[in-house]
């Protein structure tokens, strides 16, 4: 059989790029190491698969050339991630923030459509086959792969790596691309992990974990990036969305800076309330925004029992300092294990922004999470895998 092109991994950026290669009549073969396609895609949003987001835009997303994804989203937007799984049944319902999940549907109903749809157009997802190495000859890919115990061989003239980060390894993450990228001399920006919860150990570390299960909404941010949303308390540290995003802009050995009220101002309310109550005591303001539990572990920084007309300059100047300037030094984060995305991957510099063609491997196209995109939580990271597997497929 002879294929136009091979495309390693059959995940969400090389199941969309063998499915719009197949609309232009191109043949091509998926290898997959995994026993099926679109492991990531099956557990993403908890099994619900956050597919996209309205609002995305090049600004949601971190590289080292932050203009680079402008072309790929032209070509493929987001309100063609919509049209294509609308044409096959799936309709978006927004859950929060622009999120799109499938309505009544979910994760294994998007997979479907790739499958149903290379199954239909005969493009075939060769599925346990780990590929071990690649060799180019006279303009041609030779891939060497594993099946069944048994090494093979094949060969197209247009290779498409598509491998993805290395989140989950459990889960059949490899650094197949990095390696392969390395091996070939092309530059790699620095890869993390990210999208990851974050870990407080030492001295604070019981003050976190006595809030296990608490969620609070706040604004996290650091000198990069800010993100309003919900924090959640673990016996480890921290984690629920405004954690994960800023994990992103996270470095270690930075502080972040937790907004316990935004958009509000404590010593305003604190003023107003005077006027009216003066005798309350400082955890019954507090009730009015945090749950008891958490209002209780505040007392470690401020004095619950004093009356609110009571507290000195000082006890005001802590209440601003705790309520708005709520400062955490992470130890670290929780790893690869539990991270959504890797930060970094193959420099966007190798690449072709219009094709996402290397610039030094001809013939040889990188897309999805292996590439130096990482997209914000809230289905940025999948639209980045469809729109570069669709931009690959057009030159293929
Ligand atoms: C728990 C979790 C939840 C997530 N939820 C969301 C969400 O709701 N919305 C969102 O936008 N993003 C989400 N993401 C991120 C999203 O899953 C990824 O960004 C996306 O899957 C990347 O697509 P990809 O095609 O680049 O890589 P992947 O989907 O990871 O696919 C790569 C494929 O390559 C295969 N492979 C690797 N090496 C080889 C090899 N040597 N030979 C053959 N095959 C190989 C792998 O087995 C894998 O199937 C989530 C991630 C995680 C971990």
Known sequence: MAYDAIIIGAGACGLMCAVQAGFLGKKVIVLEKNDKPGAKILI????????????????????????????????????????????YGIYGAEKTLGQLFPEGKN?????????????????????????????????????????NQKEKTIAAPKLVIATGGLPIPKMGATD???????????????TAPALVPLTITGKDEDWF?????????????????????????????????????ISSYWRRGQEINIDLLPNENILQILSTERQHNGRIQLSTLLNRFYT??????????????????DLTKAEMEALEQTIHYFKVK??????????????????????????????????????GECVDVTGWL?????????????VIAQCI
């Not at 990095?178 to 920006?189: E, Q, S, W, Y």
């Not at 706040?218 to 954690?243: D, M, Q, R, Y």
Request: proline share 1%; with cysteine; net charge negative.
């Open 107 to 147: 994760a294994k109903d998007v997979v479907n459509v790739f499958t149903s749809l290379c199954e239909e157009m005969g493009q075939q997802i060769l599925c346990n086959a780990e590929v071990t190495s690649i060799n180019n000859n006279d303009g041609e890919y030779q891939v060497n792969y594993r099946i």
């Open 209 to 245: 974990a006595q809030l296990s299960g608490n969620s609070v909404f706040c604004k996290v941010s650091n000198e990069e990036a800010s993100f309003e949303e919900n924090i959640l308390f673990t016996h480890w540290g921290l984690s629920g969305p405004a954690i994960l995003q």
């Open 378 to 390: 809230g289905g940025y990271n999948f639209q980045w895998a469809w729109a570069s597997g669709y």
């Open 330 to 367: 992470p130890a670290g984060d929780k790893g690869y294990d539990k991270a959504e995305v890797m930060r970094g991957g193959i420099d966007t510099n190798e690449l072709s922004s219009k094709t996402l063609e290397s610039k030094k491997l001809i013939g040889c196209y990188f897309g």
């Open 44 to 87: 993403s949003g908890g099994g619900r698969c956050n597919y996209t987001n309205i609002g995305a835009t090049h600004e949601q997303f971190i590289s080292a050339n932050e203009h680079f994804v402008k072309s790929a989203f032209k070509q493929w937007t987001v309100e063609d991630s919509i049209n294509f799984f609308e044409t």
């Open 176 to 190: 197949f691309a990095l390696k392969f990228a390395r091996k070939h001399a092309l530059n790699i920006v620095e």
């Open 292 to 309: 008891k539990k958490f209002t209780d572990a505040l007392g470690k920084f401020l004095p619950l029992s004093k009356t609110i007309a």
